[in-house]
C-alpha cells in the first residue's frame, strides 16, 4: 500500500519540535485562538521560517481547525480519509501520542508544526527518536516484547506484500524486530538500541520505522 500522508490532505505546513516542549502558551482574544510573540519566536527559531511567514501558516491552520487544536475526532477523520477500509483506531492513537507531546487530549500548532517538520525534514536520528516514542506505550523509556507485539499487530495491516514477502505473521515479524533490537539480550529495548538497530539497516527495524515514517511523507518527497 501507498502510504497517504494524512497531514499533507489537512493543512499542508511543514516545521518542527523538540522532544519536552513545555505546554503552548497560546492565548485567546475575542473567542479566537492567538499565537504569541513567544510561539513564534520558539518556531521561528527552530526552523528555517520567518515570524511572518509562522503567522501566514497559523492562520491556514485555522482554517481548518478553528479551535486552534486538531481534537481527537479531527484526528481521526484525517487518518480514516487516507487509509479508507482499514480499521485505523490503533494507529490513530499512536500517532496522536507522538504529537500530544503535553498530553492535554489534542495537537495544537506548535506540536503539529515541530513534530511535522522533524518527520518530513528532519535528521534521521531525530525521526527515529519520535518514532520510539510510539513503540514506547507507557513511555518508561524502553520497549518490552509486549509493546513491540502490540505496535506489530497495528501496523501488521499496513505491511505490503514488498514488506513482508515471506508472509509471516504479526507474531513472527515482532519477535525478529525485538531480536534485531534487543542487543545485550536483557528483554528491554533502549531508544539508543532502537536507533542504532534502524541506522544499521536491520531488515526488520528498518521496516517498521518506514511504516510510521510513510504517515508522514508523500511518496513523491520520499522518493526523490
Known amino acids: 500500500m501507498n502510504g497517504c500522508n494524512i497531514f499533507y490532505c489537512s493543512v499542508k505546513i511543514e516545521f518542527i519540535h523538540q522532544m519536552g516542549i513545555k505546554k503552548s502558551t ?27 511567514q509562522v503567522s501566514a501558516r497559523y492562520e491556514e491552520f485555522l482554517k481548518a481547525h478553528p479551535s486552534g487544536c486538531i481534537t481527537k475526532d479531527e484526528f481521526s477523520s484525517m487518518i480514516r480519509t487516507c487509509y479508507p477500509g482499514i480499521e485505523t483506531d490503533s494507529l490513530e492513537r499512536h500517532i496522536f501520542r507522538m504529537y ?14 515541530v513534530l511535522l517538520y522533524i518527520m518530513s525534514a528532519g535528521t534521521p536520528e531525530q525521526n527515529l527518536e519520535q518514532i520510539f516514542r510510539i513503540f514506547d506505550i507507557d513511555g518508561d523509556g524502553t520497549i518490552t516484547w509486549k509493546e513491540m507485539r502490540k505496535i506489530v499487530t497495528d501496523l501488521f495491516q499496513l505491511m505490503s506484500n514488498e514488506d513482508n514477502p515471506a508472509r509471516a505473521s504479526n507474531e513472527a515479524i515482532a519477535s525478529m524486530a525485538f ?20 541506522l544499521n539497516h536491520q531488515t526488520i527495524s528498518t521496516m517498521l520505522a518506514m511504516k510510521i515514517i510513510d504517515v508522514f511523507v508523500p511518496d513523491d518527497e520520499r522518493h526523490k
Open 179 to 198: 531480536d534485531e533490537m534487543d542487543a545485550d539480550s536483557d528483554g528491554n529495548i533502549t531508544k539508543e538500541e532502537f536507533i542504532k538497530a534502524c
Open 100 to 113: 500530544d507531546t503535553n498530553l492535554d487530549g489534542c495537537i495544537d500548532f506548535k506540536e503539529f508544526m
Open 26 to 52: 497560546m492565548g485567546c482574544s475575542s473567542g479566537k485562538p492567538v499565537l504569541t510573540e513567544y510561539d513564534k519566536d520558539y518556531i521561528a527559531n527552530q526552523t528555517s521560517a520567518t515570524r511572518d
